[in-house]
């Protein structure tokens, strides 16, 4: 009788096990990384887009201590698209705004841990004090660093009055930096997260193959509307950056339906 209860109880436990994995499993997502600024916080208090150069390379050091896959978020497009799985610890880094502290300061980092990485540019700012300039853009689009559009203005595109305003935004941008790299640029960043299906609508038209946004879109793996996880200073502690890149951090989070 003992040894009937010892085996009904490891058959529970092996199946509540099981139960889990598959839970996690199912709600696995891959991890994007979402930078802004890697420079010190001002220092008048704290700030939800800087990261210190010293934390964004410890996070980097991380990544490869612990055996972490980097891979362009183009190539993440294509998995979804293809509907191919993603393997676990696969991780994606982008950076929004286009400020002269992620040449400065991540891409050196960048380089030395061999680490792709996607910055995406709001090219009315190129070349502007603070900002990368094309010579900039050229360097690190040639060093491997994918360089995507962030529209023109920054502007937040559901606010625009109508589709030729998104469209002048996502055009506009999209050919000045074709213009400075001299081939097709292929990734957006919705400024703000701000997009709906219309607004993926007309990046596809645009010639985008996949987008960025900062919100829980759904589905889950839709390439035009891909969830990020925003990095800042206040969160600079390793155990806090593991659960961010564990593909689980997502779990319970309320999904926003895109309209």
């Known amino acids: 009788m003992v040894l009937m209860r010892r085996k009904r109880g490891w058959v529970f436990t092996l199946s509540a096990l099981a139960g889990l994995w598959w839970v996690l499993s199912m709600n696995y997502e891959l991890p994007i990384l979402m930078y802004h600024i890697i420079d010190r916080p001002p220092a008048e208090g704290r700030s939800s887009v800087h990261v210190s150069p010293e934390v964004f390379e410890r996070q980097m050091e991380f990544l490869k201590v612990h055996g972490y896959r980097v ?19 696969t991780v994606v880094i982008t950076f929004d705004d286009g400020t002269l502290d992620n040449f400065d300061h991540a891409f050196p980092v960048l380089r030395k841990m061999d680490f792709p990485a996607t910055i995406f540019m709001i090219t009315s700012n190129i070349g502007q004090e603070g900002w990368l300039g094309e010579q900039d853009l050229k360097i690190l689009d040639q060093s491997g660093i994918e360089i995507g559009s962030h529209t ?17 935004q996502l055009l506009r941008s999209k050919a000045r930096l074709e213009e400075v790299l ?13 997009f709906n ?33 925003k990095v800042s200073e206040s969160g600079a502690n390793l155990f806090n950056f593991w659960l961010k890149v564990s593909g689980l951090y997502h779990l319970g989070k309320r999904r926003i339906a895109i309209s």
Not at 78 to 89: F, N, S, T
Not at 152 to 168: C, G, R, T, V, Y
Not at 182 to 194: E, F, R
């Open 182 to 194: 001299g081939h097709p640029v292929s990734l957006l960043s919705y400024p703000a997260g701000g």
């Open 152 to 168: 023109a203005d920054h502007a937040f595109l559901p606010s625009l009055k109508n589709d030729a305003e998104i469209e002048d």
């Open 197 to 229: 299906s219309r607004i993926a609508a007309l990046a596809q038209l645009a010639g985008y193959e996949g987008a960025v946004t900062t919100n829980h879109g759904r589905p889950r793996g839709n390439p035009y509307g891909l969830h990020r996880i």
């Open 71 to 89: 891979i362009p978020l183009s190539e993440a497009v294509r998995l979804y698209k293809e509907g191919r799985p993603i393997p676990r610890k």
